[in-house]
């Protein structure tokens, strides 16, 4: 399993310097989700999209992933939201990312689960061909009303292209009380991405913090990772745009991927010794 980050960690950041930290603290690649600190447009002019490609070929860095704010839910048309799956496509297969992230996105309490189900797989179907004919694979993350392993698999259940599959934020199943084991057997045949973050539950919230020191059992996540043989990317999504209090991403960046070696050595060794 390689290990990457997503830019979210520094808005204030450039490309380059979050590239020259992503080379010193040892992270193979980066996720893509803001330029200069803000959200990348899918409009995003051919002069940023040759700098960003550029830059990362320069430094040797694998872009994981293009991430989106597309919402497969809600009160935008259908048919709207299928032509911002093609042009983020576009945008990504321009800007050499392998796939890129999706939402479900919210919904009422009030709206039946198989009508909104059905909506978000008559969108991704539409969207298949596209990804197809692209080489860039569509990721719905666990997040959101879409927050359990559960009903990222109901959905990508009608939706047998494998161009299509999943991304699993390690907090927000556990948030919502879906273990790892569940999560792993319902999302493993589609896996694409795994974001790594860490929370401890403050009140009825939860709150950010560094790797190892919340309630998120992500070292049990990465065992199960093993076992399952996955051998995609960690991505670890320090979310420092949304939430300036976090601490500083020259204190959380480096902080995670030693954790993160760390552990994966060990469960290495486990397994070795187990054979």
């Given amino acids: 399993m390689r290990v990457a980050f997503s830019n979210l960690a520094c808005p204030g950041w450039s490309l380059d310097q979050a590239v020259a930290a992503a080379r010193e603290w040892g992270y193979e690649g980066i996720e893509l989700r803001l330029l200069n600190g803000e959200v990348i447009p899918l409009a995003l002019p051919p002069e940023h999209q040759a700098m960003i490609r550029e830059t990362l070929e320069r430094a040797g860095l694998s872009l ?140 009825p919230a939860w709150e950010l913090c560094l790797l190892g020191e919340g309630n998120v059992p992500v070292r049990a996540i990465l065992g199960l990772l093993a076992q399952h043989g996955y051998r995609g990317w960690l991505s670890v999504e320090w979310e420092k745009r949304w939430h300036p209090e976090l601490a500083d991403p020259a204190v959380a960046l480096p902080q995670h991927v030693q954790v993160l070696r760390e552990w994966l050595a060990a469960i290495g060794q486990e397994r070795r010794e187990a054979e």
Avoid: Y
């Fill in 64 to 203: 994981v992933a293009f991430d989106t704010s597309i919402r497969l839910v809600g009160d935008e048309d259908e048919s709207a939201v299928c032509e911002a799956i093609r042009a983020a496509l576009t945008l990504a297969k321009t800007l050499g990312a392998p796939m890129i992230r999706v939402f479900g996105g919210p919904f009422a309490p009030e709206q039946a689960w198989e009508a909104v189900r059905a909506r978000a797989a008559r969108i991704l179907n539409r969207a298949t061909p596209w990804a197809e004919e692209t080489g860039v694979a569509i990721a719905l993350e666990t997040h959101d009303s879409f927050a359990s392993g559960e009903r990222v698999a109901a959905v990508l259940d009608m939706v047998p292209s494998r161009a299509v599959g999943a991304l699993w934020d390690t907090l927000h199943p556990f948030r919502v009380g879906e273990t790892p084991d569940a999560t792993m057997r319902l999302l493993s045949d589609r896996l694409m991405l795994v974001h790594i973050k860490d929370a401890r539950v403050d009140g």
